[in-house]
């Protein structure tokens, strides 16, 4: 399975970024990821960046991680990403959101909560959901029901 994470901004915080890199190095097993992470600026600045990242992956599949995705479970969730045949893309924006381009191009719009989180914690919920859905494809014990 190949996955790339494109991201504003690089993340702060040294205990989320370990949590991160943990969750990257248990996904490795299940799936080959690349993270691009994009400078913060303003919403039309940081839409079109993620466009122009978007246009190198032209044939794969873009999930946008916004308010008013699909919510799933995490088996749902699991289903969802087996179901792609092909490289999935996952984006998730800066502080103030996404431009509305970017949300236009994704095929699968998905909201990991009702909540609302900062854009750091967006992307360590994640990739722990990246994990465990990839787990899960694979038959392994990290998800209890």
């Known amino acids: 399975m190949l996955l790339k994470l ?9 205990a989320l970024q370990a949590r991160c890199d943990e969750f990257a190095k248990w996904l490795s097993p299940y799936a080959k ?12 600045k940081e839409g079109q960046a ?3 990242a ?13 308010e008013e995705g699909r919510q799933f479970t995490s088996t749902e ?3 969802k990403l087996g179901s792609f045949d092909r490289k999935i893309v996952f984006v ?3 502080p103030c959101g996404l431009a509305p381009e970017v949300k ?3 095929d699968l719009l998905w909201s990991l909560s009702k909540l609302t ?12 959901q990246l994990f465990r859905a990839t787990n899960i494809l694979h038959g392994g014990s990290y998800h209890n029901p």
Do not use: C, Y
């Open 77 to 79: 969730f699991a289903a």
């Open 6 to 14: 494109v991201l504003i901004g690089k993340l702060k915080d040294r």
């Open 33 to 44: 990821l690349e993270i691009v992470e994009l400078p913060d600026s303003n919403v039309a």
């Open 54 to 66: 978007l246009e190198k992956e032209r044939s794969a599949a873009v999930v946008v991680l916004s």
């Open 117 to 128: 989180f900062t854009h750091e914690l967006a992307r360590l919920l994640l990739m722990e």
């Open 92 to 94: 998730i924006g800066g």
């Open 50 to 52: 993620i466009v122009k």
């Open 104 to 106: 236009q191009r994704a």
